[in-house]
């Protein structure tokens, strides 16, 4: 039997995205909701460093915030966030707006929603953080709002 290339990816999807709530759910039965994602965030310090090494190889880009748009923003699309883009008139950064996040979608249907502002404002920040200096260490990361805490999207704003 042979999977579509669409099938396939929505297979290792599901997998990757399982696989997180899941570990980050046997922690916490274990060690408790704070140390649970106090661990978590030791794993998103490593693993945008992964990816993000991964998008340069795959697309040829290397640092500076152009290349930072580019495979930040494939990033997004590849983890299926709805989201809007636009970089400054001068260069020297670029704002994302995330209108629907995966993520918080998995918190809402496992009704975990209750936890979603504290996990966001502790593993986007580490994350994107880590995105922005994986590009070079003068670009630097700011979350300016957050879906998980009532705000009509996520403002994620990378300057250099």
Same mark, same amino acid.
């Given at each position: ?9 929505? *297979? ?18 274990? *060690? ?36 930072? *748009? ?12 709805? *989201? ?77």
């Amino acid at each position: 039997m042979n999977l579509t290339s669409e099938q396939i990816i929505d *297979y290792l999807h599901r997998s990757y995205t399982a696989v997180d709530g899941l570990w980050f759910m046997k922690v916490e039965d274990e *060690y408790g909701f704070d140390r649970a994602l106090e661990i978590d965030a030791e794993v998103w310090k490593i693993f945008p460093k992964i990816q993000a090494r991964k998008l340069k190889e795959l697309t040829g880009l290397e640092n500076g915030i152009d290349d930072l *748009y580019e495979c930040f923003t494939l990033k997004l699309s590849l983890d299926q966030l709805q *989201y809007t883009a636009a970089k400054d008139a001068d260069g020297n950064g670029f704002t994302v707006s995330i209108t629907q996040c995966p993520w918080l979608d998995l918190l809402r249907k496992s009704q975990r929603e209750h936890l979603a502002g504290k996990v966001g404002s502790r593993i986007c920040t580490t994350e994107y953080s880590t995105w922005a200096a994986e590009f070079g260490p003068r670009i630097h990361f700011q979350l300016q709002s957050q879906i998980c805490e009532n705000a009509d999207c996520c403002r994620l704003r990378f300057t250099a």
